[in-house]
């Protein structure tokens, strides 16, 4: 008895709590739904990047924003699972929100491309655009692209071109170790097709997936790596499965340098921590130090401010890049309508914070922006969550040199 | 009970026809009604749309609907606790969309109404994979092996590209073009009509099977399975055959969730849905046959209604499992199964005014321990996130004593007085109980 | 080594309560934690003693005042009061200490190689949690067998109703029990945190595979559970480094595997791909033959 009238009292008290946002587009603002997951083992990847869009629409609503109006991010917790960003979905499209955004999981991406398709075609008078904030398995922009999804971050494809393109001369024995789903897999397949193509001389001496999220214990992997003699370790791994097999690599003193592709992100160098240093390295579309290496002033200071409110690094300048491009089509269209802007944003080239020239591609909506290696090392200016070493690059692959061919074949709306 | 009103109750139920029995339906066919016309309630006239998201869910409600009381064919009615059950809604959904995606290229010409009988048909047959191993244990051992089960499975549908396909899912469209009522099913609401009708379907044919001799034997077996050796049949069997048809129903909403999302991906099999499964049964009430679909809805409107409104939504889901567990075991569906002898009795008018006393206090108490989550959880995590703590338009600002305060008094004081009101209910509870059983030695 | 650190706990927990606790590996995680926070104020050893303490006393007032509560609503109402538990702990933990990993780290003095073998080095720190976990086991062993609350954990292990009937207080026996227990897990967390990651969502990565250990090894046996890590721990490893699949194996006999063969997916599998499924595997083979597991004693 007593729970149930907790229970209808605790619907009742949510019932009267409601979000600042209430119902569409009255207040004039340019609302963007954003759904990732918020709660729950992976909450972290949603609360950080909530903080930084956050700055980021501070900063663009201070430069106008679109149309003369402000944009507005709608929050939703999907709980990685692509049932609720589906539902996100149907929330946006009940309040006739013109854009969803999501960037974790390439499971949920496939679902929503799905979803927004379907939704568009069945609803004509009522559509929305999704915008693919880090999604990035390949075949999202080939065999599965779609006219309404546009894709802000580089994909595993260009991630492993970035990563073959970083090794240097001397390496010449490398190990591959991935987690054993379709993302680790693309990057097994994408890295040894781009070691034939770009660095022929290099050997693969070991091919290892591991089933994902279960392995805590890296040391039978580590001593295969050794009697490889591998000198570069290859990996996509993510979360634990990257961190514990640094950290299983350094314990047994293995001298090898790791290429990651997700060191980088909140938590990693606390992780891996200050036994990393100069071994480390990541595929990156951004870290604080370039700024003060290519001379940008202005970037420097603005992630600096950032830094100074926040206890993590700022590593989203993609994010700042999808809402400049979102000004920038939403002006050129001058209409916040899907169907319009999304013409605009097609082809569309705008100068980022680097100074980079970056183009949204208009066969596959794919972005064509500028990617980095970084190896986590001493005496740079700004360090990563206070473990004295920080990022410097190794290597700049410039956009130009990622246009990758691709098999999209997207239907286009003829209204 | 005393004979007269065994002998009362008989005769009433010899005397009635088919309108009797049907009448005596009622609570299902209100829900019925209720499923019909809800999602008509948040229409909105003047676009002349439906709330994509609240047919969305309640879409999901129906398919949880299903899924919670095929398990609690397993839990409630056969003692089986199962820590795998979602790899048959899971694998229903694959094989429905293989089937859905063979329909659209023409090799399978069956029209839509009839998947979800493709997917009932994929979980009989995984059921009875792997139930044939399964079942040959009862109790913990039969937990654990339906957990690893559930573990390889969740693996291998990440490893394996070609049933599975891989991370993103296998995708499917519903609109095959084949239907039997001519029906596009392009609109959202048209598959939440089908759903309920399936739904009524699958309730009707559980409730049917727990009257036969199987579902009778199964709750022998649950309840003492040396003595139910005695009577004839092989436990093992029962356990077997149930389970089985468990999947099958799994199955079923495991189809329809492939109807509505039109992709099926990984997290179908995993544990988090097995335990999703665990939860709903348990929260709506294990003995009660209804109870599964009080927890459904229930825990459906926690998932995606309440966590829209707050980060915090699974600590009150764990703080109302664990209310639930320690004063109210028996379920949602066990506490009003509990007020039956007095309804029968047309008791209920003299519990009204003790149950509004209860309910001030309580509601004092849960909204001040809603504020102190909240307070908390905006001072840590949402302050940094840009989120306003807002109440009607109202800013709660954490940092300023007078919120505490307030939710400290109500917690407090709230505490105390429903410690008073629950004495208070205890004892008018007893006084009405004590008179329906004078009542009826008299009678 | 700390899964048999972990699962001893809950074994213990397990085959006297019956209670599968779910919170046990939220356990493992505040006593990371604890010692994280601990030791930023006085240091590592003394962390190493306190935490498990902490974790302990935690055990102990959740025990006393609320699963012996639970206890009577059935085994069932004591699993979801866990679950319950966890969601409530895992969010506590990230309101405190936020959500991102914390820097808790190997203290420097054990932070380097101990001896080389085979070309490879075999960390300080790994010999650390050896030792700690062998100590452990040989004390758990000694105060079970050797002192008097011991030999009545053991028989209420097994018969609690006939212990209880002998006059013993069996639900005091029931607090310590699981007092231990969070303890052993905290202490679990406390050298494990630091070695792996310690981040909120380490209680559920390390949750199923100690439910599997424990039935493995079976229920009511100290024994068992410390020769199942071993087994699984093993299993494991070597996996990893055979590199044989299954179509290798039917090669062999003759049979040719190709991309047109059904389930070709599943053959041309290696078995170090699927080496951390093993355990799975093992615990059903295990339970169809014997349903108390590897030594179990004690049936539920």
Known sequence: ?415 | MSEGLVRAAAHTVAAEGVAGRLRRQWPWLAALAVALIVPWLSFDWTTGRHSGFIVSMLSQMGIMIIFALSYNMQMGQSGLLSFGHAVFLGLGGYVTAHALNAAKSGTLPVPLELTPLAGGLGGLAFAILFGYFATKQRATAFAMITLGIGELVASCALMFQTFFGGEGGVSTNRMIGRSLVGVSYAAPIQVYYLIVVWAAIAVALMLLLTRTPLGRMANACRDNFERAQFVGYDPRMVRFVQFSLSGFFAGIAGALYTLTYEIVTYDTVSGAMSANALLMTYIGGVGVFAGPVIGAVLVVLLQSWVSLLSNSWLVYAGVLFILMVTFAPGGIGGLVMMHQPIWRARGLGRLAGPYLRLLVPGLLVAVGFVLVIELCSFLTIGAAQGKTFTLSRVTIEPRTPLPWAVAAVLLVGGGLWLRRAVAGFAAAWHTVVDKIKAAEKRA | MLLFMLASGLTLIFSMMGVLNFAHASMYMLGAYFAFSLSRIIGFWPALVIAPVLCGALGAIIEMYALRRVHRNGHIAELLFTFGLAFIIEKGVQMTWGLLPVPYRVPAVLDRSLFTIYGSNFHSYRGFMLLISALMFVAIWLLLTRTRIGLVIQAALTHPEMVGALGHDVPRVFTIVFAGGSALAGLAGVIGGNYLVTEPSMAVTMGPIVFVVVVFGGLGSLAGCFIASLIMGLVQTFAVVVDVSFADLLARVGVTVTSATPLAEALTIPLPRIGALLPYLMLILVLLVRPRGLMGTRDT
């Open chain 1, 1 to 415: 008895m007593l729970h149930g009238i907790k229970r209808t009292g605790s619907t009742l008290v949510a019932l009267a709590f409601t979000l600042t946002t209430g119902t569409a587009s009255a207040q004039g603002t340019i609302k963007i739904m954003y759904t990732d997951p918020l709660s729950g083992p992976f909450a972290q990847v949603g609360d950080q990047n909530l903080q930084q869009f956050k700055y980021i629409i501070d900063y663009i609503n201070g430069r106008g924003g679109a149309l003369g109006r402000k944009f507005e991010l709608v929050s939703f917790d999907n709980k990685s699972q692509p049932s609720e960003a589906l539902l996100a979905l149907k929330s946006a499209t009940d309040q006739n929100i013109p854009v969803i955004m999501q960037c974790s999981g390439s499971n949920i991406a496939a679902a929503l491309i799905e979803g927004v398709d379907k939704h568009n075609e069945r609803n004509p008078s009522n559509r929305i655009v999704y915008v693919n904030c880090g999604a990035v398995a390949t075949e999202l922009t080939n065999e599965k692209c779609s006219y309404w999804h546009f894709r802000m971050d580089a994909h595993v494809g260009m991630k492993a071109e970035t990563m073959v393109r970083a090794l240097p001369k001397d390496v010449t024995k490398v190990y591959l170790l991935n987690q054993d789903y379709l993302f680790g897999q693309s990057v097994q397949r994408d890295v040894k097709s781009f070691l034939t193509k770009l660095r022929p001389d290099v050997k693969v001496v070991g091919d290892e997936l591991i089933p994902l999220g279960k392995v805590k214990d890296f040391s039978p992997y580590i001593t295969k790596v050794k009697a490889s003699g591998a000198q570069a370790l290859l990996t996509g791994n993510w979360g634990p499965d990257m961190t514990l097999l640094i950290k299983g690599g350094m314990d047994a003193g293995l001298d090898i340098r790791y290429y990651t592709m997700y060191a980088h992100l909140g938590g990693g160098p606390t992780a891996i921590g200050p036994a990393g240093n100069g071994k480390v390295r990541s595929v990156m579309p951004f870290h604080e130090n370039i700024a003060v290496e290519t001379g940008k002033t202005d970037t420097e200071g603005w992630t600096r401010q950032f830094r100074s409110q926040h206890d993590f690094d700022f590593y989203a300048a993609g994010f700042r890049t999808i809402f400049e491009f979102l000004q920038a089509a939403m002006n050129k269209a001058g209409s916040a309508d899907p169907l319009k802007f999304s013409a605009a944003l097609e082809g569309l080239t705008i100068t980022d914070m680097l100074g980079h020239t970056v183009t949204m591609r208009k066969a596959d909506h794919q972005i064509l922006s500028e990617y980095f290696v970084g190896v986590f090392t001493k005496g740079v200016k700004y360090e990563s969550e206070k473990t004295g070493l920080g990022w410097k690059t190794e290597t700049t692959v410039l956009p130009k040199d990622l246009d990758q061919p691709n098999t999209c074949n997207m239907k286009r709306p003829t209204t």
